[in-house]
């Protein structure tokens, strides 16, 4: 039999006592803001109005390179700007179109309400010049 290590049965007792105080691991601010780089160019490319996907994606590629860096602060900060200028960018180009949409209908109606008024003014003229004329 080899009893060359202590076996189970004659290991000195030990008391298993609860720690009162829990363990705590404090986590610092390691998120990575994000630089919202696609999105900036994609504002860019294709719904750029007034020029804010440009600026967005300006304000991307500056987030971008202080992330790169390592200053995490000014990557944020950039980050927060970049994603201002993409939500601002993509409001206009969706809002600019459907104002023109609204402002064509609203034009059509009224043309079509004018022509109406005239047709009825140039019918009413030219019967009454006909009743004249019998």
């Given amino acids: 039999m080899d009893t060359s290590y202590p076996r189970e049965d004659y290991l000195p007792m030990t008391s298993r006592k609860q720690d009162t105080c829990p ?3 404090t986590i610092g601010p390691s998120v990575v803001p994000r630089d919202h780089l696609i999105w900036s160019i994609f504002n860019t490319i294709y719904m750029n109005f007034c020029c804010f996907g440009l600026v967005a994606l300006a304000y991307s590629v500056k987030a971008r390179d202080q992330k790169v860096a390592g200053d995490i602060e000014a990557a944020r900060r950039f980050s927060s700007k970049a994603k201002c200028y993409n939500i601002l960018a993509m409001v206009w180009s969706l809002l600019l179109p459907l104002l023109l949409i609204a ?3 609203t034009g059509v109606i009224h043309l079509s309400k004018l ?3 005239s047709m009825d003014f140039f019918n009413y003229k030219l019967f009454t010049n006909d009743d004249d004329g019998k």
């Fill in 23 to 25: 363990t705590v691991i």
């Fill in 103 to 105: 402002l064509m209908i």
């Fill in 115 to 117: 022509a109406q008024e």
